[in-house]
């Protein structure tokens, strides 16, 4: 019988690694409530034709990578490839607008899949936080997603970051653009790599986010969608940069930055570590003024991020080493019928006052007790014999010393906190 394997592109979170995920989750649930971002968790899978309509028919993510299925009563479904759709889904099924403040502002964390290579930092279900704030156009909610990222990561301890800053502007100014885009790639098209070829008259602007060096230096010299801008998108860019100036947040103006969905519009950004090399994208995101009218609802300015997990959890890594296995503050050791049977409710009272700790369940003499406390990484040896359960006390050795001090069991919890 063959052996049983995660599928490709996917892969178990077991401890220690687990212990930087928690530690990811904790401090984003923290940061974004703090900023009075309220959580909000969507279905895994929704309606293939949200995602069609919502990131573009014209995308890779649709056209490509997407993992659909069709249910057994014939209905098109699939595993989300981003979550702003079906955000955007639940704040008009769920009638958000009329009951929540506005702007709303939500978070989520959770999975997401795409069918694309597997390699470093990018999965096929790999895991995303991310914010989205509806129902303001102010250039002030552009500045405050890009601070509470940097805030999120700066708390996660990096702060070498780049912050790189571009505008879409809207549709009126997209439209000329884009006809000079593709006049401008035609001309240079035998230098243009395959895949951005095929681009030109399907998503002329993905071909600015080619990673391929002869598409890279054949784009030097495209026209630049800062130079279409309209007098109301080119102010709310100059406003967006003045607003993360007086925050301190440094960024640098890259005309070429483009998302790889369809529904960006104005503000696009991508906050970037030197630390994952070629993937350097830990976060990015922008304003997406369309998405929600598209999705049949009324006209309503959006803006928000996603941050990779598992790219995250590379950079910290490199930064800060490894997770590292926590073991319990307590290992308890019993030795004789009457200490057994105390040992499973005194690890109830301590865990009830704060106290993490393991029990013993090896048969056998104290020696090879104290050798499973070791293997668990214990702090401290609680031990009940005969003797401390005569006098209503516990032993407390100090695994690390070997010191050992004889504590009465109403004052351990106080004593193992302290």
Known sequence: MAKLTALRGTRDLISPEILRWQEMEETARRVLSAACFTEIRTPIFERTELFERGVGEATEIVSKEMYTFQSRSGDRM????ENTAGVVRAYLERGLRAKAPSPL????????????R????????????GVEILDSADPRVDAEVILVACEYLRAMGLEDLTVDLNSLGDPVDRAPYRAALVTYLTSVRDRLDPDSVERIDRNPLRVLDSKAESTREALKNAPSILDFLGDGAAAHFEAVRAHLAACGIRHRIVPGLVRGLDYYSRTTFEIQSERLGAQATICGGGRYDGLVEELGGPSVPAVGWALGMERLAIVLDAVAGPPRERGPVAFLIAQGDEAVRAVLPLARDLRRAGVACELSFVKGGFG???KAADRHGAKYAVVLGEDEMAKGTASVKDLS????TEVARDDLAEHLTR
């Open 105 to 116: 502002k939500l978070f989520y964390i959770g999975p997401q899949f795409r069918y694309e």
């Open 118 to 129: 597997p390699q470093k930092g990018r999965s096929r279900q790999f895991h995303q936080i």
């Open 78 to 81: 699939t595993l989300r490839p």
């Open 368 to 370: 090879k007790q104290f």
């Open 401 to 404: 010393t070997g010191e050992q």
